[in-house]
């Protein structure tokens, strides 16, 4: 383990023990949680990087009946396409035993503006959320809270609903995030990230930077940051 400051900082020796030991302490939060509440909500970002961690974790013996699954963020594009995240999840975590837990989609192309308000009430009926997974881009966005999205403000707002659309400059598609609120009120944060351009630019900014230019800092006083090369 290593540390600047304050930031909790968990370095790792390779992608194996990345992957074990971020699963591992997923896999013990949500069993405590499930000591206090008879439902466990667990938030996991979409791309890649997390693919193998939910291959493992897909395969643990949790209460997955009991657990309710929900992207960090969506892109507004169709869910069966590879581009969504729900589709990604569908294709590494929403299988084996973990075929049993309940998922909330943030989008659905047919969806009118009707069924944006019920999902708002889906993410609420499980807040607090019980772990929330997030992943970092070398820009330090997190979720779809990019630092050069004009509607950041909206989504970084106490009074933001759980849910806000946003856009972000030269991304072709629209996005859905989890509001800065609902996430940062998680009661377990761990953020995954690979990569020593990552690791350069978050170290560089912690505590000299405002956190609408690196929003992954919004969560840098809670979460445990979890790095491989």
Not at 101 to 112: D, P, R, V
Not at 156 to 176: A, G
């Amino acid at each position: 383990m290593a540390g600047n400051r304050d930031l909790k900082f968990v370095s790792y020796k390779n992608e194996q023990e990345w992957q074990s030991g971020i699963t591992s302490q997923i896999v013990h939060e949500l069993e405590e949680e499930a000591k206090l509440s008879d439902t466990q909500t667990l938030v996991v970002p979409g791309g890649t990087t997390p693919g193998p961690i939910f291959e493992v974790l897909s395969k643990s013996k949790l209460d997955w009946s009991n657990i309710v699954v929900i992207p960090s963020d969506e892109r507004c594009v169709p869910s069966n396409t590879p581009r969504s995240n729900y589709y990604l999840l569908k294709q590494t975590l929403l299988k084996n035993r973990a075929a049993k837990a309940q998922a909330i989609s943030l989008y659905n192309e047919q969806w009118e503006s009707s069924d944006f308000q019920t999902v708002n009430q889906k993410i609420s009926s499980n807040l607090p959320l019980s772990v929330c997974v997030l992943g970092m881009g070398e820009d330090l966005h997190t979720a779809s809270l990019f630092p050069n999205s004009p509607d950041l403000v909206t989504a970084i707002s106490l009074d933001s609903p759980h849910i806000t659309k946003v856009s972000v400059p030269n991304q072709p598609e629209e996005r859905i995030t989890l509001s800065l609120r609902v996430l940062q009120e998680a009661k377990h944060i761990h953020v995954i990230f690979k990569g020593l351009a990552k690791k350069q630019n978050l170290l560089a900014s912690y505590k000299a930077t405002d956190p609408r230019e690196a929003p992954i800092l919004y969560f840098a006083s809670k979460a445990t940051f979890h790095y491989v090369d």
